[in-house]
C-alpha cells in the first residue's frame, strides 16, 4: 500500500492562527518531511474558499503549490484532490500541468473531478451548472489532456469546449498512458465511474468497507463494457486520521480537532464537524488503524491518502503514523 499526505492549506481551518507570511514556510516544511519520509505522495485541495463555511481565512490556490513544491521537494508526488475541471480551461489546465512536471521533474499527479462547492462557483462568476453538465465538462476535459499530453497539441469542437489547435510544448516528461497521471475523483456510478474507467490511472471514493466495495464493482462492470482491464487502475481513498498511542490519546487529538475548529465555525458546528470527521476516517491506535487497513487492501484499496488535522501545529500524529503504521505495509 502506498501513502500520501495531504499538506494543510487553510481550505478546512488548518492554518489558523499562523501569520499568513509564515504559512508557506510551514507548507514547505511539511511537503520537506514527507520527501525526507516514507511518504510516496503529497496533496492539497483544489478549493478557493474554506469548508464548511466560507470565511476570510486563507486558502491557498492548488497549482500554484504545485509549482511551489515541485520546486523545493525532489523526491514525493505531487497532486490534487481534486482539480475542478471548470476552474480552469482544459486546455490551459493541460499547459500549467505540464510545466509544473518540468518544474518537480516529473512528478505530477493530475486529481481532476466535476466540482461540487456551489457558494465557491458562484463567488468566482462560474454559476453552477447542473450535475450532468459538469460531468459533460469533465469528460470533455480528460479528453483535451490526453491529446495535449501525449501529441503536444489539442483540438476538441465539444459542447462545453472548443480549442482548435492549442499547442502544449514541451510536452510532460512523464510519458504515460495518458502522459500525466489521470486520478478521477467521484463515485457517481452511472457517469464518473464510466469516465473512469475509460481514462483513470487511479480512481479516488469512498474509503468504508461496504461503499468501496460497491464502487468497486460498478467500476468493473464499466470496465467490462469497455474492453479495459480493471485491475489496471489503482483504487485509493481519503482519510481523516486521529491516532494516538492509547484510547484516550485518540480522544485528545479529537478534543483537540473540535476545540480548533471551534474557534472558527462556533462551539456546536466546531463540534459537530470534529465529530464527523472522526466517525469517517482513521481514528484509534497504530494496532487498529492497521487492522482497518489492511481489511481495505483485502478489498483492492491500495493507496491512502491521509489528512492531519494538526499538522500545522503538531507533527507527533504524523510521525507516529510513519513509525507504526506504514512499515507494516513496507
Known amino acids: 500500500m502506498k501513502f500520501g499526505l495531504f499538506i494543510p492549506q487553510g481550505w478546512r481551518f488548518d492554518l489558523v492562527g499562523i501569520d499568513p507570511a509564515d504559512q508557506w514556510t510551514t507548507m514547505k516544511d511539511l ?31 492548488a497549482w500554484s503549490l504545485m509549482a511551489g513544491l515541485g520546486a523545493v ?19 490551459y489546465l493541460a499547459k500549467v500541468a505540464a510545466t509544473a512536471d518540468h518544474i518537480s521533474g516529473g512528478r505530477i499527479e493530475m486529481g481532476i473531478g466535476a466540482g461540487w462547492y456551489e457558494h465557491e462557483w458562484r463567488a468566482y462568476g462560474y454559476g453552477f451548472p447542473e450535475a450532468r453538465d459538469r460531468l459533460g465538462m469533465l469528460r ?49 456510478e452511472k457517469v464518473t465511474l464510466k469516465i473512469a474507467a475509460q481514462y483513470a490511472d487511479y480512481t479516488n471514493f469512498a474509503g468504508d ?20 482491464d480493471f485491475g ?22 479529537i478534543d483537540w480537532y473540535a476545540d480548533h475548529l471551534t474557534k472558527s465555525l462556533g462551539e456546536a458546528a466546531g463540534a459537530e464537524h470534529a465529530r464527523r470527521s ?12 492497521v487492522e482497518k487497513l489492511k481489511a481495505m487492501e483485502e478489498l483492492g484499496m491500495t493507496y491512502a491518502i ?25
Open 31 to 61: 511537503a520537506l518531511h514527507a520527501d525526507a519520509g516514507s511518504w510516496e505522495s503529497v496533496w492539497v485541495y483544489d478549493h478557493f474558499h474554506t469548508t464548511p463555511e466560507p470565511s476570510d481565512q486563507a486558502t491557498h490556490e
Open 73 to 91: 521537494t525532489s523526491r514525493v508526488r505531487l497532486g490534487q484532490m481534486c482539480s475542478c475541471m471548470s476552474y480552469r480551461n482544459p486546455a
Open 140 to 188: 470533455e476535459g480528460v479528453q483535451i489532456f490526453q491529446q495535449a499530453w501525449t501529441t503536444g497539441v489539442s483540438s476538441l469542437d465539444g459542447k462545453y469546449y472548443q480549442v482548435d489547435g492549442a499547442i502544449c510544448q514541451p510536452l510532460p516528461i512523464q510519458k504515460g498512458r495518458s502522459g500525466i497521471p489521470l486520478w478521477i475523483a467521484g463515485g457517481g
Open 209 to 228: 468497507a461496504e461503499t468501496f466495495q460497491a464502487k468497486s464493482e460498478i467500476l468493473r462492470g464499466h470496465c467490462d463494457n469497455l474492453g479495459r
Open 232 to 253: 489496471e487502475i489503482t483504487r485509493s481513498a481519503n482519510y481523516n486520521v486521529f491516532i494516538g498511542e492509547t484510547e484516550k490519546d485518540v480522544q485528545d487529538r
Open 278 to 289: 472522526g466517525s469517517q476516517g482513521l481514528t484509534g491506535t497504530p494496532e487498529q488503524i
Open 306 to 330: 491521509t489528512y492531519f488535522g494538526d499538522a500545522a501545529y503538531d507533527r507527533s500524529s504524523i510521525e507516529l503514523f510513519e513509525s507504526q503504521v506504514v512499515p507494516e505495509f513496507a
